[in-house]
Nanobody
C-alpha cells in the first residue's frame, strides 16, 4: 500500500502563487508515476498535471503554462508550482500515484482510472 499526504494549500488572490507538495510512504516501489488532480464543488475530479519521469509530463489545457509538476524519486515527493492563479483554480487538490506501464499511462495520464493511490487532498482557494 502507498500512503500519500498533501500540503501547501491555502487562500491567495488572483495572480498569486502556491506550491503544493505530496509525500509518499509505504510500498513506494508500487508507484511508477504520480499526478495532481482537483475537484471543485459540484464538479468531476479532473487531472491537472502528471509525471512519469522528468521528460514525460502532461498538463491539462486549463493550466498549461501556469503550473509546473516535479518529482523527487529519491525523496518520494511530488510538487506542483502554481502561478498566475485564477478563481477557477479553486478546488480541493489531490495527489495520486499508479503503477501501469508507460504506454498505458501515456494514453491517459490525466485520467482517474490510471491511478490506484490517492491522498486526502489540500484546499486551494483563489479570490478575485
Amino acid at each position: 500500500q502507498v500512503h500519500l499526504v498533501e500540503s501547501g494549500g491555502g487562500s491567495v488572490q488572483a495572480g498569486g502563487s502556491l506550491r503544493l507538495s505530496c509525500v509518499a510512504s509505504g510500498n513506494t516501489a508500487n508507484m511508477y508515476y504520480m499526478a495532481w488532480f482537483r475537484q471543485a464543488p459540484g464538479k468531476e475530479r479532473e487531472g491537472v498535471a502528471a509525471i512519469y519521469s522528468k521528460d514525460s509530463v502532461r498538463y491539462a489545457d486549463s493550466v498549461q503554462g501556469r503550473v509546473t509538476i516535479s518529482k523527487d524519486t529519491a525523496e518520494n515527493t511530488l510538487d506542483l508550482q502554481m502561478d498566475s492563479l485564477k478563481p477557477e483554480d479553486t478546488a480541493m487538490y489531490y495527489c495520486a500515484a499508479g503503477r501501469l506501464s508507460y504506454g498505458a499511462w501515456s494514453a491517459g495520464a490525466l485520467n482517474r482510472d490510471r491511478y490506484n493511490y490517492w491522498g486526502q487532498g489540500t484546499q486551494v482557494t483563489v479570490s478575485s
